[in-house]
């Protein structure tokens, strides 16, 4: 039974539990969805996919390539996100998106893991930031076993909405300004090397390096890669990021162009 398991990961969070899963299936390849030809996808029997919730949401970006996705040769796909605070109805909307698709949702979960956004205003080595970067090792084998049961025993375990968090969808829409404040507020600073790293892990082609300068464009989706991945702290945004913390997921070692899982 060959299953695929495709996940994007700005921070490491998503990575590591695509690897978790992969590290425990027989016959289960994994990549990053950036890299992967989508027409391969139909050669596998199960898809997995996994995504960071951004406001609430899947990110909107990663509709370029999940359009893309032909059906498995069963048509099952396993979802997850990766969360901080409240996946909202992310999941319940992701697996509707599917299924729109043809896709038959068999497992669908959320995994709490570290804030990459929160840890981003948190000083390095302080305590707040030790106690936000824990990650619960107990809930994420959970969640892989349940990923196994689903594969290998047809178990099912669907993504519910919740009307709770409907409203949360919609506070979430109130802080589009200030993401884009906060898109606006990206720099380079002096400390800048121009390595151009920071340009080729943007998952949306938004920063050009060049001998003087790093330019931001306008489709930044706040994903945190350039920001954790510079190698010498130089991407702050506004005034509040010297000296923070830059995660690179559970490992501390996440690196969009080296990581297989
Ligand atoms: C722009 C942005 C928006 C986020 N929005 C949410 C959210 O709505 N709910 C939540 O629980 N976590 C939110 N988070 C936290 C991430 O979902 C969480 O840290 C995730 O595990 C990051 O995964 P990654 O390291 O694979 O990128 C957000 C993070 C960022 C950077
Ligand atoms: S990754 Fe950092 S040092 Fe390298 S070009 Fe980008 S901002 Fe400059
Ligand atoms: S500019 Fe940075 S934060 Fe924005 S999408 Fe690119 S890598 Fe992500």
């Known amino acids: 039974m060959d299953t695929l398991i495709l996940y994007?990961?700005?921070?490491?969070?998503?990575?590591?539990?695509?690897?978790?899963?992969?590290?425990?299936?027989?016959?289960?390849?994994?990549?990053?969805?950036?890299t992967f030809p989508p027409e391969r996808i139909k050669n596998y029997d199960t898809l997995i996919f996994g995504f960071p919730v951004y406001s609430c949401k899947m990110p909107e970006f990663l509709k370029q390539f999940t359009e893309k996705f032909p059906l498995t040769k069963s048509k099952r796909i396993i979802l997850f996100s990766t969360f901080a605070y409240t996946p909202c109805n992310a999941m319940k909307d992701a697996a509707n998106y599917f299924e729109k698709r043809g896709f038959y949702v068999v497992f669908a979960k959320g995994i709490k893991m570290p804030g990459?956004?929160?840890?981003?205003?948190?000083?390095?080595?302080s305590?707040?930031?030790k106690k936000a970067s824990q990650v619960n090792l107990t809930s994420i084998e959970q969640f892989v076993n349940g990923v196994k049961d689903a594969i290998y025993s047809n178990s099912t375990e669907k993504a519910q909405g919740n009307f709770l968090f409907a409203p949360l969808g919609l506070i979430a829409k109130l802080f589009i300004p200030i993401e884009n404040t906060l898109k606006r507020a990206m720099f380079a600073d002096e400390k800048c090397i121009h390595c151009g790293i920071c340009e080729k892990v943007c998952p949306t082609n938004n920063?050009?390096?060049?001998?003087?300068?790093?330019?931001?464009?306008?489709?930044?989706?706040l994903c945190l890669r350039c920001v954790s991945q510079c190698p010498v702290e130089a991407i702050q945004i506004g005034k509040f990021t010297k000296g923070t913390v830059r995660w690179r997921g559970p490992s501390g070692d996440f690196n969009p162009l080296k990581n297989k899982c």
């Open 8 to 34: 994007f990961s700005g921070t490491g969070n998503t990575h590591f539990v695509a690897k978790r899963i992969k590290d425990s299936l027989q016959n289960a390849e994994c990549s990053a969805v950036e």
């Open 116 to 125: 990459s956004d929160a840890l981003l205003l948190l000083k390095k080595g």
């Open 127 to 129: 305590r707040a930031a």
């Open 207 to 221: 920063i050009k390096v060049t001998e003087r300068k790093v330019l931001f464009g306008k489709e930044c989706v």
